[in-house]
């Protein structure tokens, strides 16, 4: 340094005391003399990149969540699309679903069951089918239960239903068992009727269950499993707001407000899915047809 300085003062002398390029250039550090630059210690740089990884954990499960929420809204509505479709394409060929069995005769669910299957089955594209076992096994299109998000009780699949993998990779399943099961009003209303109530509830032909990924995991409802109910002349989600009664409605089942202490009513949360393309159930239980459709952020 007090080379350097040295220097600088010969030079102002030689110049009249004037800065010149080269002094600047000197004084700056240029010149060929040597210039230290501050950097980073070792721990320092271990520091931040501690707080980095920190960051991350927490942010990133919460990115991929709703990551997945949003493949499984749109793979629902996909589903919900290509089942409609085929619906709108049977009952065109083959009249509407009331006339596909003949529960009021017969109280025959379990051939209905098949029939509707049978029928649809024309209509969509399939990868596989699992026709009706009496118990799980490694070839059924659905896990062996799925889990309620409240409590330990499990839904179990009726693996003896007929069943198949469409090529978007859902599960689909049907159940032609109306509302309480009483057979003197099986399928006695229409989806463009707009039914409500007891009437959506009882007077159904009975139901879809799909699970969006197959056999793997989560198998929990209202993640990857869903349900449709079936009316006369097409399908709807189920859990709508016009579907009351406590057994079916979103807030009772979906939001787990009022759960049946014998197992589980699954597929309430479907609507929602749907029309309101979240699924902002799994973060907060103040939502509602009449209000609230998203969580806080």
Same mark, same amino acid.
């Given at each position: 340094?007090?080379?350097?300085?040295? @220097?600088?003062?010969?030079?102002?002398?030689?110049?009249?005391?004037?800065?010149?390029?080269?002094?600047?250039?000197?004084?700056?550090?240029?010149?060929?003399?040597?210039?230290? !630059?501050?950097?980073?210690?070792?721990?320092?740089?271990?520091?931040?990149?501690?707080?980095?990884?920190?960051?991350?954990?927490?942010?990133?499960?919460?990115?991929?969540?709703?990551?997945?929420?949003?493949?499984?809204?749109?793979?629902?509505?996909?589903?919900?699309?290509?089942?409609?479709?085929?619906?709108?394409?049977?009952?065109?060929?083959?009249?509407?679903?009331?006339?596909?069995?003949?529960?009021?005769?017969?109280?025959?669910?379990?051939?209905?069951?098949?029939?509707?299957?049978?029928?649809?089955?024309?209509?969509?594209? !399939?990868?596989?089918?699992?026709?009706?076992?009496?118990?799980?096994?490694?070839?059924?299109?659905?896990?062996?239960?799925?889990?309620?998000?409240?409590?330990?009780?499990?839904?179990?699949?009726?693996?003896?239903?007929?069943?198949?993998?469409?090529?978007?990779?859902?599960?689909?399943?049907?159940?032609?068992?109306?509302?309480?099961?009483?057979?003197?009003?099986?399928?006695?209303?229409?989806?463009?009727?707009?039914?409500?109530?007891?009437?959506?509830?009882?007077?159904?032909?009975?139901?879809?269950?799909?699970? @969006?990924?197959?056999?793997?995991?989560?198998?929990?409802?209202?993640?990857?499993?869903?349900?449709?109910?079936?009316?006369?002349?097409?399908?709807?989600?189920?859990?709508?707001?016009?579907?009351?009664?406590?057994?079916?409605?979103?807030?009772?089942?979906?939001?787990?407000?009022?759960?049946?202490?014998?197992?589980?009513?699954?597929?309430?949360?479907?609507?929602?899915?749907?029309?309101?393309?979240?699924?902002?159930?799994?973060?907060?239980?103040?939502?509602?047809?009449?209000?609230?459709? !998203?969580?806080?952020?």
């Amino acid at each position: 340094m007090k080379n350097f300085k040295k @220097i600088i003062k010969k030079k102002k002398k030689k110049e009249g005391g004037r800065k010149t390029k080269e002094i600047k250039k000197l004084q700056e550090g240029g010149g060929g003399l040597y210039k230290a !630059k501050s950097a980073f210690t070792l721990a320092e740089t271990l520091i931040t990149l501690g707080i980095i990884g920190i960051v991350a954990a927490m942010t990133l499960p919460v990115i991929i969540g709703r990551y997945q929420e949003k493949v499984t809204v749109n793979q629902l509505k996909q589903t919900y699309s290509l089942l409609s479709q085929a619906f709108a394409l049977a009952i065109e060929e083959n009249g509407t679903i009331d006339t596909w069995c003949d529960i009021p005769s017969t109280s025959d669910y379990t051939t209905c069951q098949y029939n509707i299957n049978n029928i649809i089955s024309k209509y969509v594209k !399939k990868v596989r089918e699992c026709d009706g076992v009496n118990t799980y096994n490694k070839k059924a299109c659905f896990a062996k239960e799925y889990a309620n998000r409240f409590n330990d009780s499990k839904w179990k699949v009726n693996h003896s239903r007929p069943s198949f993998v469409m090529i978007n990779g859902t599960s689909v399943e049907f159940d032609s068992q109306n509302g309480d099961k009483y057979s003197s009003v099986w399928c006695k209303q229409k989806v463009s009727s707009s039914p409500t109530g007891i009437n959506a509830y009882n007077k159904s032909c009975g139901a879809i269950y799909v699970d @969006i990924n197959s056999t793997s995991k989560p198998n929990i409802d209202g993640k990857d499993l869903f349900a449709f109910i079936i009316y006369q002349d097409g399908i709807t989600p189920m859990g709508r707001s016009v579907d009351t009664v406590w057994v079916n409605s979103f807030e009772s089942q979906c939001l787990g407000k009022k759960l049946p202490t014998n197992g589980v009513a699954a597929g309430r949360c479907t609507a929602w899915v749907i029309f309101n393309e979240n699924m902002d159930y799994l973060h907060c239980n103040d939502l509602s047809w009449d209000g609230k459709r !998203k969580c806080s952020k």
